[in-house]
Every structure is written in structure tokens, then in C-alpha cells.
């Protein structure tokens, strides 16, 4: 899991450079919603998208973009992390 400073800062370059049509504020925050999970419980699966990614993002509603750019986030990280450690 990427940490929350990494979301903002990844949506933050991430809209500028592919999203600049999607509503800022209602991006970022879709991308900051998904670790509210550890607030109240929820599992995982619950807030984030395996199968998430950058073309599916477009499309979506300004929040919901936000939401699947951040499981993209987390997919990217989880993948680097686990080709490093074989």
C-alpha cells in the first residue's frame, strides 16, 4: 500500500498530464477515499480494484475516477515490490 502523500502527490501529476478534463477537487478525493477502510473497518476488497487501470479511469465519474486511480496506484506499487523481492 502506497501511503497517503503518495495518492495525492501521484493524482496530482496524474491529472495534469492525462486527466486535465476531470474535475480536480472530486478526483483527488475519490483518490484519498479508499484507505478509509482502516477508519471503519472495512476489508480491502471492499474499497479497492485488482483489475483497475489507467483506461479505466476515463469514463467514470470524477470521484469514482479518483477511487480506481488510486487501486491503480496500490496494483503498480504491490507489482514493482513483489518483481523486486523474487
Keep these: 500500500m502506497a501511503a497517503p502523500v503518495t495518492h495525492i502527490v501521484l493524482a496530482e ?3 495534469a498530464r492525462f486527466f486535465p478534463n476531470i474535475p480536480k477537487r472530486e478526483f483527488m478525493i475519490g483518490t484519498s477515499f479508499p484507505d478509509i477502510r482502516y477508519l471503519v473497518g472495512l476489508k480491502r476488497d471492499v474499497t479497492h480494484f485488482p483489475d483497475a487501470s489507467m483506461r479505466g479511469v476515463e469514463g467514470q465519474s470524477p470521484f469514482f ?4 486511480f ?6 503498480v506499487r504491490e507489482a514493482y515490490v513483489r518483481s523486486r523481492n523474487s
Design 13 to 15: 501529476k496524474a491529472h
Design 65 to 68: 475516477g479518483g477511487v480506481m
Design 70 to 75: 488510486h487501486s491503480v496506484v496500490d496494483n
